[in-house]
């Protein structure tokens, strides 16, 4: 019918010069109006020339799927969504991503072979015999304590460095050696060399002081001397 004819041309009409991107349809055509179009609300969006009767919603970049706003959207664009720095991508659509996770971290005792990127993961590595990475970051050469003129007082591990002393030099020990303790130890010495020496002296006297003899008794009394005294002349 003429009605219908004229609902026809007025569509094509509506689809060349007001079904452009960024609008859709508002009202179909009738026998009485023809189709009206109107512009797509903030929000939404069509990208293409359409007879849809709604827009499209726009898309959200989350961050908490590792996502930021590149580009916002418009009535014409939908947002264009990125990785944040330290993630990857785990899921596409249509070339973009709708999902991305953190960068893995190297354990201690692990080193970075590679580097994550938007599209790859961090690739880790242990540390090397001899080497050690208390980070996760960079494996590095245990300490060599001889090198140092020390000697070695702990082993090294994959996480963490050998540990060195210093050597100890005997002659050093006088010169470190307080003032007082070395008072001390001299005075006792001294006092302990001076204790022996007279215990020598005693031990000599002892055994070279002559011992006085004592006359030997039979067990009777001495005789008497009974001479007369007026003998004598």
């Known amino acids: 019918?003429?009605?219908?004819?004229?609902?026809?041309?007025?569509?094509?009409?509506?689809?060349?010069?007001?079904?452009?991107?960024?609008?859709?349809?508002?009202?179909?055509?009738?026998?009485?109006?023809?189709?009206?179009?109107?512009?797509?609300?903030?929000?939404?969006?069509?990208?293409?020339?359409?007879?849809?009767?709604?827009?499209?919603?726009?898309?959200?970049?989350?961050?908490?799927?590792?996502?930021?706003?590149?580009?916002?959207?418009?009535?014409?664009?939908?947002?264009?969504?990125?990785?944040?720095?330290?993630?990857?991508?785990?899921?596409?659509?249509?070339?973009?991503?709708?999902?991305?996770?953190?960068?893995?971290?190297?354990?201690?005792?692990?080193?970075?072979?590679?580097?994550?990127?938007?599209?790859?993961?961090?690739?880790?590595?242990?540390?090397?015999?001899?080497?050690?990475?208390?980070?996760?970051?960079?494996c590095t050469k245990w300490t060599d304590c001889a090198a140092r003129n020390g000697i070695k007082a702990e082993d090294g591990s994959p996480v963490k460095d050998v540990r060195c002393v210093q050597k100890r030099k005997r002659y050093c020990l006088v010169a470190l050696c307080p003032p007082v303790i070395c008072a001390a130890v001299i005075a006792a010495l001294y006092r302990r060399a001076h204790s022996e020496a007279q215990t020598v002296n005693n031990g000599d006297k002892r055994y070279k002081s002559p011992i006085e003899e004592t006359p030997k008794t039979s067990g009777q009394p001495p005789e008497e001397n009974h001479e007369d005294p007026t003998n004598d002349t």
């Open 1 to 138: 019918s003429r009605r219908s004819l004229n609902c026809l041309v007025t569509l094509v009409l509506c689809v060349n010069i007001y079904f452009f991107a960024g609008s859709v349809v508002y009202r179909h055509c009738t026998g009485d109006f023809s189709t009206t179009c109107i512009p797509c609300t903030p929000g939404t969006f069509t990208s293409q020339p359409n007879g849809l009767d709604k827009c499209f919603p726009c898309k959200h970049c989350a961050e908490s799927q590792g996502l930021y706003s590149q580009s916002k959207c418009t009535t014409i664009q939908n947002t264009i969504c990125d990785v944040l720095d330290g993630y990857y991508c785990i899921d596409y659509s249509d070339s973009q991503c709708r999902h991305a996770e953190k960068h893995s971290v190297c354990k201690p005792g692990q080193e970075t072979k590679t580097p994550g990127t938007k599209t790859s993961d961090t690739e880790c590595v242990h540390c090397a015999p001899g080497f050690y990475s208390p980070s996760g970051l960079n």
